[in-house]
């Protein structure tokens, strides 16, 4: 039995689904689990060129959208903030990208602020409820004697899943938190086969504009200690470089085999003396 997809689009929290599903070329959706916002990307055809005009969408509108399968229930990916919309010609389409909403004005303010002698879990929630956010997810009660805020509240609420071992993402008004160990440790709810991907896949491996160094910061909750360490990225020397290099090497020659310079001798002048030729 083939499987239809099937998906639900709401405009600024009104339904928009019929409108655009006879020219719905693509839509993708990427949940990262943690440190980026998600992304929503729609493609649609345009041939009258609606969306060059009454439709062209305002700044700031959300998008909340859903996929999955006809007859099935519907996977719900979230609200999205409309970021960047991209119109072509020949054939006329447009392209719709949308980040994750929840990246306010209070996110990003920076702030200086000390927590003293209060448990991972009490700080997380104390700087979520000054924004009107909730967490989920199970978070340590591991005490802190001292831990100071130089950054966003998002910001900081990343630093100490980091530090801590979390991964955290926003979802809306909500922080989900999930333990990494728990995540490795977790069962495989499924396993995709290569010969299951119809479209196929494909393999990036970045060589320019990598990273001069990494660092990792872990807690061992064992010692109660975190433990930092920055590694240096390996330097990797072309072949052409590495031939220069042999080319203009110097190479020590032994003493026995050097050739040494003849030393030039006095210059000595002969006449005669008394009948008698010696030098003068």
Not at 141 to 149: F, K, P
Not at 240 to 262: C, E, F, G, L, Q
């Amino acid at each position: 039995m083939i499987r239809i997809p099937a998906f639900t689009l709401l405009y600024n929290n009104k339904t928009a689904t019929h409108d655009i599903a006879e020219s719905m070329i693509d839509a993708s959706y990427v949940d990262h689990l943690s440190g980026e916002a998600d992304e929503l990307s729609i493609t649609l055809a345009d041939p009258d060129r609606l969306w060059m005009s009454d439709w062209y969408p305002n700044k700031g509108a959300t998008l909340m959208f859903s996929i999955g399968y006809e007859g099935e229930p519907l996977l719900d990916c979230g609200i999205f903030e409309i970021d960047e919309i991209t119109l072509n010609d020949a054939p006329n389409t447009v392209q719709i990208r949308a980040l994750s909403a929840g990246v306010n004005d209070g996110l990003r303010t920076v702030k200086h602020v000390a927590y003293d002698d209060q448990t991972l879990n009490e700080v997380i929630v104390k700087v979520a409820r000054q924004l009107g956010y909730s967490v989920e997810g199970k978070i340590a009660a591991l005490r802190i004697e001292r831990i100071t805020q130089k950054e966003t509240d998002l910001a900081f609420i990343k630093r100490l899943a980091i530090t801590y071992g979390y991964a955290v993402k926003v979802i809306g008004k909500r922080l989900i938190f999930s333990h990494l160990q728990a995540l490795n440790d977790a069962v495989i709810i499924a396993t995709i086969d290569r010969t299951e991907m119809h479209r196929g896949w494909s393999f990036r491996d970045q060589i320019r504009t990598v990273k001069k160094e990494a660092t990792v910061t872990r807690h061992n909750p064992k010692t109660k200690k975190t433990v930092k360490a920055t590694q240096q990225a390996v330097k990797k020397v072309s072949q052409k470089t590495a031939a220069k290099k042999r080319a203009n090497k110097i190479t020590a020659v032994p003493k026995s085999s050097r050739k040494t310079k003849k030393q030039k001798l006095p210059l000595k002048v002969y006449g005669l003396k008394d009948g008698v030729i010696a030098p003068v």
